[in-house]
């Protein structure tokens, strides 16, 4: 149980209350909503994420979710701690993991991803201190705000797909891209749009910034910038909720549970404060940011700690199946197994290696190792469909081969003979129906679709993190190793 009074730690329903209380402006099917948490699209989503919160804060769970706060002593999140030791790295690994296991791996931006990209911004507060002490001075207080308050930060980092053959600078209108358009004493102001704020809906602020290369005259695009998702002006566009169009919880225990939305971002003259920028105008700044910080190492550590959890989850349900339908001992079955459970292991085995390979900065600072990180990413698109594509060669029509919906169960003609005709060595039919439409849910369902993409472009394109790898890979020590093999010595006779 929670004893939130005396740790401060945020509840799950603390949570739904505050999206109850916030004016946030969401347009879905026609209609502009305000409390995703009250609407059918968003509810299912909405109580996973508090879920995850009630987690963090049982008593059971508070050496592993949480951290001492260095300023109050309180528990706090582990994703807002700076390693600084391997124990450190670790701790977070399994913070993130167990959170994972709550979602199966199916939410990705849950509020510890980009809360450890402020974390790793404030772990470098010099590299902000290069545009002005001020960027510093914010970044240091924003990520000390929102670990002391539990915040669940979103991010839209990504410009607009309108046409990537101009700069931002040179788009048809200058408030095409978020950028700023004005500048006043207290803050800045924003307009334009921004994509994809994963879990946006739910959020309580917004990242918004730019992590694809800008260039000269792209000053206003230069930005990094904390919002509330309630600000004025801020609109969210989530795309499709697959939630809204399922069946029900029987036919769709993923969609309707785990939907964490992905929302095009438009920002309508939204006023940011000056103490939540931390990067103006700066190209050089907005660029530096994921990469001489520990930022993007931190966040895709989570993010890898996930994938490691969903690929664990898949070998899972292709083993269940396959007990299920009696192929579990022929051997082109385990074979097939073995090679899914062989990159699961990779996976899980890199992810550990962030952590043994990790090395410290000359501040102390713990970074992930790059290479252990950059090599699943870079492989991530080619992987992923691999393994899943594993399972549906082993598992023929079984997805497939189940009544249209739980509602069949409710004529008794059809009851009867879906229960005698869809049973199956290990499982009556009911058993076995709710097994594979979970498998469906996961590999073939709409919602499934949606992970597939996002698993391709969650870090980035592949090609981008591939240039991330080869700047990471020690080329000079391979180098050495072919110019010791050009420097042989002759053979004797
Ligand atoms: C489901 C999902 C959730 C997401 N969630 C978030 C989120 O929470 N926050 C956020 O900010 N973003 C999010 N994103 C956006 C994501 O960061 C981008 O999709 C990603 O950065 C790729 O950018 P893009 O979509 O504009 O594709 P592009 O960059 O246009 O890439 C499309 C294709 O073009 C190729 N390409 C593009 N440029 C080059 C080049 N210079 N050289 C070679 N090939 C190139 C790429 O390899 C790729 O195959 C999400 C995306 C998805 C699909």
């Not at 914010?138 to 700069?167: C, G, M, T, W």
């Not at 950028?179 to 946006?200: C, H, P, R």
């Not at 989530?238 to 939630?243: D, K």
Request: charged residues 20%.
């Amino acid at each position: 149980m929670a004893d939130t009074q005396a740790t401060g730690l945020r509840t799950g329903a603390a949570f739904l209350a505050g999206l109850a209380a916030s004016e946030r402006a969401i347009f879905v099917e026609g209609e502009r909503i305000s409390n995703p948490a009250a609407h059918p699209a968003f509810k299912g989503g909405a109580r996973s994420i508090a879920r995850l919160f009630d987690f963090a804060a049982a008593e059971e769970n508070r050496e592993a979710m949480t951290f001492m706060s260095p300023d109050t002593g309180k528990p706090v999140w582990r994703c807002y701690q700076i390693p600084r030791t391997h124990a450190d790295l670790k701790a977070k690994r399994i913070a993130a993991e167990k959170w994972a296991e709550q979602t199966f791996g199916l939410m990705g931006r849950t509020p510890d991803h980009v809360s450890n990209f402020f974390t790793g911004f404030a772990a470098k507060p010099s590299v902000f201190a290069a545009s002005g002490q001020q960027y510093a001075d914010n970044v240091i207080a924003f990520h000390r705000f929102a670990r002391e308050n539990h915040l669940y930060i979103a991010y839209a980092i990504v410009p607009p797909q309108i046409d990537r053959s101009k700069p931002a600078h040179q788009q048809a209108d200058p408030t095409l891209y978020a950028g700023v358009v004005k500048e006043t004493d207290s803050g800045i102001i924003i307009s334009g749009g921004q994509q994809l704020a994963s879990g946006g809906v739910f959020a309580d602020y917004i990242h918004v910034s730019c992590i694809h290369p800008l260039q000269k005259g792209d000053e206003n695009y230069a930005l990094s910038v904390a919002i509330p998702l309630d600000a004025p002006g801020l609109k969210l566009y989530p795309r499709r909720p697959y939630a809204l169009h399922a069946t029900g919880a029987e036919d769709y225990p993923l969609t309707t549970r785990f939907d964490e939305t992905d929302s095009f971002v438009v920002f309508d003259n939204v006023f940011v404060p000056w103490e939540h920028v931390f990067a103006f105008r700066d190209i050089d700044l907005c660029r530096d940011q994921w990469w001489k910080t520990p930022a993007h190492l931190y966040g895709n550590l989570q993010a890898q700690a996930r994938y490691a959890v969903k690929l664990r989850f898949l070998a899972g349900i292709g083993k269940r199946i396959n007990e299920a339908v009696g192929t579990d001992a022929s051997p082109p079955h385990r074979i097939a197994m073995g090679e899914l459970a062989a990159y699961a292991s990779i996976v899980d085995g890199m992810l550990q290696a962030q952590e043994t390979m990790a090395s410290f900065d000359e501040e102390g600072v713990l970074w992930p190792s790059k290479t252990a990180l950059y090599s699943v990413m870079s492989l991530q698109s080619q992987i992923n469909p691999h393994v899943f594509d594993i399972v549906r060669e082993l598992t023929g029509s079984a997805m497939i081969t189940v009544p249209s919906s739980a509602g069949d169960f409710d004529n008794p003609e059809a009851a009867a003979d879906i229960s005698r005709y869809y049973q199956s060595a290990s499982l009556p039919a009911r058993e076995r129906i709710r097994l594979m439409r979970l498998a469906w849910d996961f590999i073939g369902s709409e919602f499934a679709n949606r992970h597939h993409q996002y698993e391709k472009f969650y870090g980035g394109a592949a090609s981008v993190v591939k240039m991330n790898m080869f700047r990471a890979f020690d080329f000079d020590r391979a180098g050495a190793l072919v110019e010791a093999a050009l420097r042989l010595p002759p053979l004797e006779n």
